[in-house]
Structures are given as structure tokens and as C-alpha cells.
């Protein structure tokens, strides 16, 4: 028996309940305690039925995924895994009733399958996730599911692994009833019901080619390059075809294939890294945090509309303030406009709407601002405009009041210099479309206090988003590295290839648009403010991008303008421009480029290898805490895949020193930009990676 799971019996029902907080994970000892306590249940004469049940807030939200790491690094060997629990349960001459509240996730969900039947409350949800992770279900699940719902309904679980509601599981045939009320007390009653009574196995699937061609299409559109998804289809089309214990052996090869795949691999380090990016070492958990109760932002335009229907979608009452009556009514429109997009998808009722709409009050006055427990400046990327501003922040806002700034390369040091209350400024580097993407850069000033840095963080997670702590300098963490991305992507032009071949490469690297694409849509005359604003840093003699700086120069601006880099229809489609073609020309013609071929190759090479010189740059300096912030910031906010990990996972999985010597190489072409990052270089002549590395530890060991 195990300390993880009790066991209690009474009339004739016995009660299994795991403890194994905070989700009752399948950790070693839970599965052994279950199968212990059934034992003991299946030799009590008196014992006619069993409830399984969780404590706490959940029944069982899966398997324990460090236990798939240390299986990958051969710290552990496979076994046979949940199969001995799941037979015994199938098997069990005492019907078990699996109680299921919170989540049955996962390897959750395959116990509840085992068992001969399945309640739940209303608010419970049970699913597939797997493929989050870059596996499939690995104890029979794509062999059960297909049994119970259907082979289309499985290979959809399976292969998206998104949570189904109860009363949706109930219709499709995987929960056997709802429970309304305390439901160890309903449970209990439902097996009193069933006791002594045998149930059937269901029986295999009908096969249905059709459902299987559709989901392999649109794992192409919708899951494109994860190779989790078709082993998934494949692993429920087996049930169609094979009994269940053949079908059981191919899941078992599937999911191994997938267990040891560096994207699995990639998927895992991903999801322990948003938890690791909460933990700050010199902000310590218990820091004491300002309250989030009102809001105010400042800009109606693209980023603050978008950031103050964060405040609203999380119950926060929120001024959004313009300075002229059209720029306000045009950000307010294009609010309600979205938000009347999600109820047409479905996303949420009209009333969800109108009540999200009415937490945000437009203004063309700095009124209700001394009320606000944080102010976020959402204005163009302006030292001046933004100094301006602030100074007047100071003057209007309480003391405890969070003073934010959304620029994405100001220093937030200089913005700070203008108030009397720099601990109180911090910038919250918010993404575009704001009210979507999952990132917020999160950048701490010299003097901003850890009370404020820890609010941040707090409110992130209320915001729905993955909160990066990042330092202070030109383009923080995601900007900076995405600027030598980008100017590669240019110099890949003037050098002979084709913006579209440049756009493809990365795009069927995986990456969710190509570099030049980017641009067009964010607008390429941001970039082109910003280099004004940053001139004078500029080194003479070092060469520079020059085709955005040409394309606005003719009004090209992207999407906004119908043309940048490509031309727009009124959807928003891109077509080759003549124009373009004639630029390139030009440009290449000014600056003596004799224009060659470039393969894919290349240009995958130069743009990522690109980011990860800058990453390491950054690492070293501290502006990033960890490896893992760079590539959490570059999965969330700029559509590198998940499953390679992010970019400095990715040059770990190709090797340090195979890195560095491709830039090198690229450093005796195309001269000082080049230049590998000392940190590179260190780590590659030690067999490091950028995993292992730790600022301020002797890095040697």
C-alpha cells in the first residue's frame, strides 16, 4: 500500500482515493498504491464494488512527465508502465466506478477507461494531451478511446488533445452519467446500483477511412511539421484494424518513437520552461505584491486596444485614453469588432461581450487615472513622446501605482529618469495582436523594486500570459535577436535570393511566417522609426540593411499600405510586385552586389544562426536569466515552432560546436557582424550547451 493512496470500505462499497496533491499525478507509488488497494478490495467477500476517486482538486491530470525525461536520459528504463494497473482494473471481478472531477488528462484518462464505468461532475473534463508533448497515448488509450466514442471522435482527442467538457463526453458515450451533487456520496450510490453486475467490453471500432484522410489533412494545416499528430492517426486507425492487443503493441512502437524524438524532446523542455521562467533568483516567491483592482492605458491604436481588452477579458476595469475623438472612436470600434468576431466564432456570448466592453471606459482626459493601480503607455516608439508622458504620470498617479511602458526598444532606465518614482517604472513589452498572443516581456529597470517586478509577473498569469523577466538594453531579449534575423533576411536578398524564397525556407522550417511576411504585417515603418530614433549609435563602415529603409521611403509600410515587400489585395493576400523586383535591382546595383544563387540552406542557416549568436551575446550579459526565457519568448511571440524547442534548444540538438564553426565561416564571408559570441565559443570548446549554462556559476564543473 501506499502513503499516496487510501483505502476505506463500507456496505459493501470500498472507496480508493489517490493523494498525490497538487493534481494527483501518476507518480511512482500512485499506480502501485491503486493496485494494492484493489487487491485488497477484490479478496473482501464483503466488497461488492469499488469507487476510484481523487482527492483534492482532481482525479488523476496524468502521468508525471519528469518520469518521460529521466526514460529519454536513461536515468530509467520503461517497463511496462500503466498496462499491469489497466488489465487489473478491465479485469477486476468487482466493477470499479471511476469518479472523475477536476481532470482526467492523460494517463488519467486511460485509468478511468480501464475501469468498468465512468461518472463525473458537470464541471470536469477529461482528454488526450499528448500530443502537446510530442507523444501519443502510451497505455492503450488509442485503443480504448476508439471503443468507447468512435474512431472519428478518438482520432480528434488524439490528435489535438484538447479538454472535452463532461456533458460532451457523456453524449459521445465516455462518461456513463453526470453527477450533480457531492460526488463520492453519487458515486458510491451508483455502484450500490451496479454492484455484482459484469459489463461487456466494448466492441472495435467500425473503420472509417474518411475520418482518417480528413485528420491527415489537417494535421498538414493545423499541426504542420508535428510528427506526434500522424502517429496518433495512426494509432487509432490500428484500432479499426487490429485486435486490441496487436493494436496495444503498435501503439506501444508509436509511442516510443515519439518518447525518444528530439521534438518530444523539444515539446517537454517548453512546457518546464514557462514554469521556469516565473522563478526569479533575487525575487523571492513570498515577495509582497501591489493589488491589480483598476487599470489605465494610455493609446487607442493597435497595441492599446488590444492590451486594455486584456484587462477587461480578466474582469479589470480598464481608461483607455487617445487625444483625439477619431483616434478614440477608431480604437473603440476595432474593439467591439473583435470582440463581436469571437461571439460570431463562438468563442463567447453576446453578454460575455457586452460585459467586457463596458469594463473599458474611452477618454480623451487623464480622468479616473489617479484611481488606476497600473498604467500601461502604449504610444509610438517615441523617447520624447514617451518622457512626456510619463513625466506627467508622475504628477497624476498614486504612489503605489505600477507606471508600465509598452515600447519594445526604449530604455526603460532613460523613460524612468523623468519621474520621481523609478522603482515604481517597468516595461510590460506586450505582442501583437495583444488580446492573443501568449507573451509579455516584462523589463526591470535599475531601480525598479522586486514588489513591483513581482506584481508584474502576477498579473501576467491573470492576463492569460507567459510573463519573460528580461533586462534592459536595445531591444530587450526578443527585439534584439530578431533584429539580426531580420537584417540577415535583407542581406539574403541584396545578395540574389528571392524575398519569397526567403519567406519559404523559414516557413517550412516551421516557423509561423517567413522574416520579410513579419514585417509587412507588423509595419515596416515601426522599424523604420526606430532606426531614426537610434542613429547615432550606428558604427560607420559596418554595413546595413538597405530595402526597408527604400520600401517606406516609397510609402510601402506592409499590409497597412497594401504594399511592403509584397503586394495586398483586400484580404490581405500577397502577390509578387513588379516593383519590388525593380528595387532589389537598384539597391543591389548602389551597392556593387553581384546577385548568386542561395539554397535553402543558406538562408535557414544565416537567419538562425543569426538569433542564436545574439542569444548567447545576450545570455551572457544577463539580459535573459536562462536559455529557456530566450526560447519561451521565441515560441510565444514569435512563431518559432514548439517542437524544435526554441532557438538556442535548437543549436543545442544540432551541437555548440557544429554552430560555431558554420559562424565562423559566415564570419570570414560576410565580416564583423559575424563575430561569434564569446559564450558560443566557450561552450562549444567545453561540450557545453546552452542548457547547462548558468550566469555567475563556474560554468568549468
Known amino acids: 500500500m501506499s502513503d499516496l493512496v487510501s483505502y476505506s470500505a463500507a456496505d459493501g462499497v470500498a472507496v480508493i482515493t489517490i493523494h498525490n496533491p497538487p493534481v494527483n499525478a501518476l507518480s511512482p507509488g500512485v499506480p502501485e ?248 533568483p533575487d525575487v523571492p516567491k513570498e515577495t509582497a505584491t501591489y493589488p491589480i483592482r483598476r487599470a489605465a492605458v494610455i493609446g487607442a491604436g493597435t497595441m492599446g486596444g488590444g492590451i486594455a481588452m486584456n484587462f477587461a477579458n480578466a474582469g479589470i476595469p480598464v481608461v483607455l485614453k487617445e487625444t483625439t475623438q477619431e483616434a478614440l472612436d477608431h480604437g473603440v470600434g476595432a474593439i467591439r469588432k473583435n470582440y463581436a468576431n469571437s461571439v460570431a466564432k463562438g468563442r463567447f456570448s453576446q453578454a460575455a461581450m457586452d460585459k467586457r466592453l463596458a469594463l473599458i471606459t474611452p477618454t480623451l482626459s487623464y480622468e479616473g487615472f489617479d484611481q488606476a493601480d497600473i498604467i500601461v503607455e502604449a504610444v509610438f516608439e517615441s523617447m520624447a513622446l514617451k518622457k512626456e508622458i510619463f513625466a506627467e504620470l508622475d504628477r497624476i498617479a498614486k504612489p503605489e501605482c505600477l507606471l508600465a511602458t509598452n515600447t519594445s526598444t526604449l530604455s526603460i532606465d532613460e523613460i524612468a529618469s523623468v519621474t520621481t518614482r523609478p522603482r515604481m517604472v517597468i516595461g510590460h513589452h506586450f505582442f501583437s495582436p495583444a488580446n492573443i498572443m501568449r507573451l509579455l516581456e516584462i523589463v526591470r529597470g535599475k531601480a ?93 563602415g559596418v554595413r546595413k540593411p538597405r530595402m526597408e529603409d527604400r520600401l517606406c521611403e516609397l510609402g510601402r509600410y506592409g499590409q497597412k499600405t497594401g504594399a511592403g515587400w509584397y503586394r495586398y489585395d483586400e484580404n490581405r493576400r500577397p502577390w509578387r510586385d513588379a516593383a519590388v523586383n525593380d528595387l532589389i535591382a537598384t539597391v543591389r546595383a548602389e551597392s556593387a552586389i553581384s546577385p548568386r544563387a542561395i539554397s535553402a540552406a543558406e538562408i535557414t542557416g544565416r537567419l538562425l544562426y543569426a538569433l542564436v549568436n545574439e542569444g548567447a551575446r545576450i545570455l551572457e550579459e544577463g539580459m535573459a536569466l536562462r536559455a529557456v526565457d530566450i526560447d519561451i519568448i521565441y515560441v510565444n511571440g514569435y512563431g518559432f515552432p514548439a517542437y524544435r524547442g526554441g532557438p538556442m534548444f535548437y543549436a543545442d540538438t544540432v551541437g555548440l560546436p557544429k554552430v560555431l564553426e558554420k559562424i565562423r565561416e559566415f564570419n570570414r564571408q560576410h565580416g564583423v557582424l559575424w563575430a561569434p559570441a564569446p559564450l558560443l565559443e566557450r561552450l562549444a570548446e567545453e561540450g557545453k550547451s546552452f542548457g547547462q549554462y548558468v550566469k555567475g556559476e563556474n560554468n568549468n564543473a
Not at 262 to 267: G, M, P, V
Open 33 to 280: 498504491g491503486i493496485a494494492a488497494s484493489l487487491a485488497k478490495a477484490e479478496a473482501d467477500d464483503a466488497v461488492k464494488a469499488v469507487v476510484l476517486i481523487g482527492g483534492g482538486r482532481s482525479f488523476i491530470a496524468g502521468a508525471d512527465i519528469k518520469e518521460f525525461a529521466k526514460i529519454t536520459s536513461g536515468e530509467k528504463k520503461r517497463g511496462q508502465g500503466l498496462h499491469p494497473l489497466l488489465y487489473q482494473l478491465e479485469e477486476s471481478n468487482k466493477p470499479v466506478v471511476a469518479s472523475i472531477h477536476g481532470q482526467a488528462f492523460g494517463g488519467g484518462l486511460e485509468v478511468a477507461m480501464a475501469c468498468a464505468y465512468r461518472l463525473a461532475l458537470a464541471s470536469a473534463q477529461v482528454g488526450q494531451p499528448e500530443v502537446k508533448l510530442g507523444l501519443i497515448p502510451g497505455a492503450g488509450g488509442t485503443q480504448r478511446l476508439p471503443r468507447l466514442v468512435g474512431a472519428a471522435r478518438a482520432v480528434e482527442m488524439c490528435q489535438f488533445g484538447e479538454p472535452v467538457k463532461a456533458a460532451d463526453a457523456a453524449q459521445w458515450g465516455l462518461i456513463d452519467q453526470v453527477i450533480e451533487g457531492d460526488l463520492l456520496q453519487g458515486a458510491i450510490r451508483f455502484a450500490r446500483e451496479i454492484a455484482g453486475k459484469r459489463r461487456e467490453k466494448p466492441r472495435a471500432p467500425e473503420a472509417d477511412p474518411a475520418a482518417f484522410a480528413a485528420a491527415r489533412e489537417a494535421a498538414k494545416k493545423r499541426q504542420r511539421g508535428l510528427s506526434a499528430a500522424l502517429a496518433a492517426i495512426d494509432a487509432v486507425e490500428a484500432s479499426t484494424k487490429l485486435s486490441f492487443e496487436e493494436g496495444v503493441k503498435e501503439e506501444a512502437r508509436l509511442f516510443e518513437q515519439c518518447l525518444h524524438s528530439i521534438q518530444s524532446k523539444a515539446l517537454i523542455h517548453v512546457f518546464f520552461g514557462e514554469r521556469a521562467v516565473t522563478r526569479i
Open 448 to 540: 525598479t523594486a522586486k514588489e513591483v517586478i513581482a506584481t508584474s509577473m502576477s498579473l501576467a498569469k491573470t492576463l492569460g500570459k507567459v510573463g519573460v523577466l528580461v533586462g534592459n538594453c536595445r531591444g530587450f531579449v526578443g527585439n534584439r535577436m530578431f533584429g539580426s534575423y531580420r537584417r540577415e533576411a535583407q542581406f539574403l536578398v541584396e545578395e540574389g535570393a528571392d524575398p519569397e524564397a526567403v519567406d519559404r525556407a523559414m516557413f517550412d522550417f516551421g516557423m509561423a511566417m517567413g522574416p520579410l511576411q513579419v514585417g509587412d504585417l507588423a509595419g515596416l515603418d515601426v522599424g523604420w522609426r526606430i532606426r531614426k530614433e537610434f542613429q547615432h549609435l550606428e558604427v560607420p
